[in-house]
């Protein structure tokens, strides 16, 4: 199959290390770390606030037992290390930076090629990972910086390419598609992405995302976003319909491919979607559970 390889320049991971490591990060992430103590190799998680808005998303990986490695946008890494550093408190962590040590690569097949990802045998030190939160994302490699392209496998080496990609599919990542403290984690799809446990108990942040879960009442979500033409890249441009009501907000652009936040019911309802003038198009995600209507319930 024809996967491409491509070193992921604005992800960056941080070690989390030390016995109480798995008990420290689960009160402070939305899904729960036991998955990881029990044998998954990876898994999507996001860090909130007190308010229940999503800070950081984090893809986290278990390297050996009470050894944590937390990926994240690189812009934010800095602040993510402190906010860990602030609740270690007293426990005994290492909260390490392995910005300079390590590269996140990731093997994937675009939409015309989906297809399982597999890795042959990776070099001591690689890890490999499937992309926890959808298959169509491919696979998520962790090796030591010094590690050359062709020693992971032969397969096309390819630059800017994924983010295009994790657009059509309709994901959002990092600090563009989710702006610090401008959105809640059910907004960012972090249920339908297997990145939110509500079974686990406390965490910061919980409270206010247990309640929306439970109304079940989300009204935007990030969607993905087509254009024909190519759109301005100003982050929050409002999304307008024809009949000039507010959609949302425009997230992240590369060239045709595109995520916004939108209000979901209008969104799909409107007959134009304009961004700057620019006509759009959206959908909901294949990989969005098919809601059931209401009434099958009162039957």
């Known amino acids: 199959a024809n996967f491409m390889l491509e070193n992921l320049k604005n992800r960056a991971l941080i070690r989390v290390s030390g016995t109480e490591s798995g008990a420290f990060l689960q009160g402070l992430i939305t899904n729960d770390i036991r998955h990881l103590e029990h044998g998954a190799p990876g898994m999507f998680a996001m860090v909130l606030n007190k308010a229940g808005r999503v800070l950081y998303d984090t893809l986290i990986y278990r390297s050996m037992p009470e050894t944590f490695l937390m990926e994240c946008d690189r812009d934010v890494l800095p602040d993510l290390r402190k906010h860990l550093l602030i609740f270690r408190v007293r426990k005994k962590i290492s909260i390490d930076s392995l910005e300079s040590d390590m590269n996140v690569w990731v093997a994937f097949s675009d939409q015309n090629n989906p297809g399982e990802v597999s890795m042959g045998k990776l070099p001591d030190g690689a890890i490999a990972c499937p992309d926890p939160r959808l298959r169509d994302l491919g696979c998520r490699i962790l090796a030591p910086k ?80 087509i254009t024909s033409e190519e759109i301005p890249d100003k982050a929050d441009v409002n999304i307008e319909s024809d009949e000039g009501k507010n959609l949302g907000k425009l997230r992240g652009v590369v060239k045709n491919h595109a995520l916004a936040l939108l209000r979901i019911d209008s969104a799909l309802a409107a007959k134009k979607i304009l961004i700057g003038g620019t006509a759009v198009t959206t959908r909901k995600p294949s990989w969005w559970p098919q809601e059931v209507p209401k009434e099958k319930f009162s039957q």
């Open 146 to 225: 010094s590690l050359a392209a062709e020693s992971l496998g032969q397969i096309d080496v390819v630059e800017n390419k994924y983010r295009a990609h994790r657009y059509a599919v309709g994901v959002g990542e990092g600090v563009i598609d989710h702006p610090p403290t401008k959105c809640f984690p059910l907004e960012v799809n972090g249920d339908y992405l297997h990145g939110l446990s509500v079974h686990k108990g406390c965490y910061l942040g919980q409270e206010f995302t247990a309640r929306t879960y439970h109304t079940g009442v989300v009204r935007k979500r990030l969607m993905p976003v």
